[in-house]
């Protein structure tokens, strides 16, 4: 049983995106959900699902779900793993409240990444996989390292160069500066671009995500519900997730290809949907390199031209793709994911203000493309007519 189309977003809450939060990641979701409750109409009783991905980093789903008193928690996911699980736990609550397991399920990230929890950070144990004993050794650890391997391999292959990695970081900047929630609300230019530090060649430091605390939630129920609450459905047409190589036991001769590459065709088929379909993309950025890889792995544009893609202009507000149109994780905060489901949901529903879609109906939103962690995700969405 597909459940294309039959189940909704119907609530989006987040806190403050901040380089510390003063609070618990407790805390951190519980506002969120709250937030994401009040969008939606509902009130924490009626909520009987309760899901979540996190690295030991967070508070437990059950933890949140009894912070708010729920005395018979239907559904629950407390899913151990970063960026590419992020949208696999929506895809989830959206078969649960599909096949009639919960009613009404908020899904939230919340971390403390900045002031407590670092990502990649040093000083704690290792993360429960197994390849990073041989890694740690040669201080080949951090999440900039991984990534930046990845990207020279695609400039080898490619030709891809700075001009194309500064075009990203400059876009979203732009983007960053007409949303009030982003954390980096100082123009960019290239020449900015270019003057700013290395931190793994060949990235500089806005070729990085921010490192923040936040909590963002969204509310997931049956769409036939939603289109009773406060706003507009916005309806989950295509939810897949795929993987199975690492970085590092990756069984994939080709570095070039993500895992996303191999999942995006099950995801546009599943939506009944092509990439000529998709109005605005919320591209997981990691890194700007991640923004390239995925324009080539969704279909968007061909092996290698993704950086002239970008150069055209066609991913600025105002594009032919619009993408990452709240900043991104380069510019608005990391949110681990969720962030971006938040701003596709804005932009259908019409609520994004001055950086607002013309006639955005369908959205395209990304996990991690499938790397380090071995695992990725998305969703398609489209706002309910």
Known sequence: ?????????????????????????????????????????????????????????????????????????KYFIDHFGGGGSSHQVIGHAAMAVTAGVADYVVCYRAINARSAFRMGGTGRGFVDSPETQYQAPYGYYTPPQQYAMIA????????????????VAVNQRANALLNDRAMMRKPMSYEDYLASPW???????????????????????????????????????????????????????????????????????????????????????????????????????ARGEAGEFVLSGATAIGGTLPVNTHGGFLSEGYAHGMNHVVEAVM????????????????????GAPGYVGGVTSALLLRGDA
């Not at 789903?61 to 018979?72: P, Y």
């Not at 406060?230 to 069984?251: C, H, K, N, P």
Request: hydrophobic share 45%.
């Open 347 to 366: 932009q259908l529903r019409g609520q994004a203000g001055a950086r607002q879609v013309k006639d955005a109906r369908i959205a395209l939103s990304t």
């Open 199 to 301: 931190i793994a060649e060949p990235f500089r430091l806005p070729d990085c995500c921010l490192e923040t605390d936040v909590g963002v939630a969204v509310v997931v129920c049956s769409a036939e519900r939603a289109r009773d609450l406060r706003q507009r459905a916005v309806l989950i047409d295509g939810a897949t997730w795929g993987g199975g190589a690492t970085l590092y036991s990756i069984g994939e001769p080709d570095l070039n290809v993500s895992g996303a590459r191999h999942m995006a065709p099950r995801l546009y088929r599943m939506a009944g949907l092509s990439p000529a379909d998709v109005d605005v993309a919320m591209l997981y950025d990691c890194f700007t390199f991640a923004v390239l890889l995925q324009l080539e792995d969704y279909g968007f544009c």
């Open 1 to 73: 049983m597909s459940f294309s189309g039959k189940a909704a977003i119907a609530g989006i809450g987040f806190t403050e995106f901040s380089r510390n939060s003063g609070v618990t990641t407790l805390t951190l979701a519980l506002r969120a959900i709250r937030a994401a409750l009040d969008d939606a109409g509902l009130s924490p009783d009626e909520v009987d699902g309760v899901a979540t991905h996190r690295v030991s980093d967070s508070a437990a789903s059950m933890t949140v779900a009894q912070a708010f008193g729920i005395r018979d928690l």
């Open 152 to 167: 020279r391999a695609y400039m080898d292959r490619y030709g891809a160069n700075e001009r194309h990695f500064g075009a």
